[in-house]
């Protein structure tokens, strides 16, 4: 199977900025369904964050005119922490991290997001690979592979993305469980983002659920069971700390 050809960054016009009248509430429908269905215990917090919450710098490998580092956002970033204890994992932390690293659908929920692969093979995931995840809103969010070892990998924005900033995926053995956590550090991409995003809250929602939904499916992969629900730490870090964040 060879490579797809890259796709080209697709600019966000006034036609599909429009488009957030009608797919947002269809998106926010969703989320609030599955809110009131779900279940599974979460345990939340927000707090102020600072320096030390910025994203490790960019590997420059991974870096060139499609990156969209954070200093290209607008507004605050979050820093956001997505924990799942796993207990009778039948899998190791590597085993799972590859589970979920083979097919990145299997683990969101598709009313929230659907990944595209755009570079690299499927059934594979490889620094440079890169997907155009399809969201509720006049966005896609592509990325690229920017980081992988065997228990983790991470993903960084490109241009025409909803937000600007890194997310990470990793697994862990601690005290004779596995621990599945999803990292984030984004800011809005735009002043259109960042009024649904810092300001009305309602892209922030989306991605909450969707992380969430993301961190239990996975513990469902190990053949295991989540553990005292689903911890969320949000550290609010103030815009003008990101502007001087170069290369991350």
């Not at 649904?196 to 499916?217: D, G, P, T």
């Amino acid at each position: 199977m060879t490579a797809p050809d890259r796709a080209s960054p697709r600019r966000v016009t006034p036609g599909r900025r429009a488009g957030v009248l009608l797919r947002l509430p269809v998106g926010i429908l969703l989320v609030s369904w599955q809110y009131f269905w779900r279940i599974t215990a979460l345990h939340r917090t927000e707090t102020r964050g600072d320096a030390g919450d910025l994203p490790p710098p960019l590997p420059q490998e991974a870096v060139d005119e499609q990156t969209k580092p954070l200093s290209d956002g607008v507004g605050p970033m979050f820093h956001r922490r997505f924990r799942v204890r796993i207990v009778d994992a039948r899998t190791s932390a590597s085993e799972l991290a590859a589970t979920v690293a083979a097919n990145l659908n299997r683990a969101a929920p598709w009313t929230v997001a659907v990944f595209v692969k755009t570079r690299g093979r499927e059934g594979e995931l490889r620094v440079g690979d890169e997907y155009r995840v399809q969201m509720p809103g006049p966005w896609d969010g592509p990325v690229r592979v920017i980081g992988r070892d065997a228990t983790s990998f991470t993903l960084g924005t490109l241009q025409g993305h909803l937000e600007a900033g890194q997310i990470r995926f990793g697994v862990r053995a601690v005290d004779g469980a596995l621990e599945f956590e999803t990292e984030a550090w984004s800011r809005a991409g735009d002043r259109l983002a960042d009024l649904l995003y810092s300001r009305l809250r309602v892209a922030k929602e989306i991605q909450f659920n969707m992380w969430v939904h993301f961190c239990l499916n996975a513990a469902a992969f190990s053949g295991g069971r989540p553990s005292g629900g689903v911890v969320i730490e949000t550290r609010g870090v103030p815009g003008e700390l990101c502007r001087d964040a170069g290369g991350r």
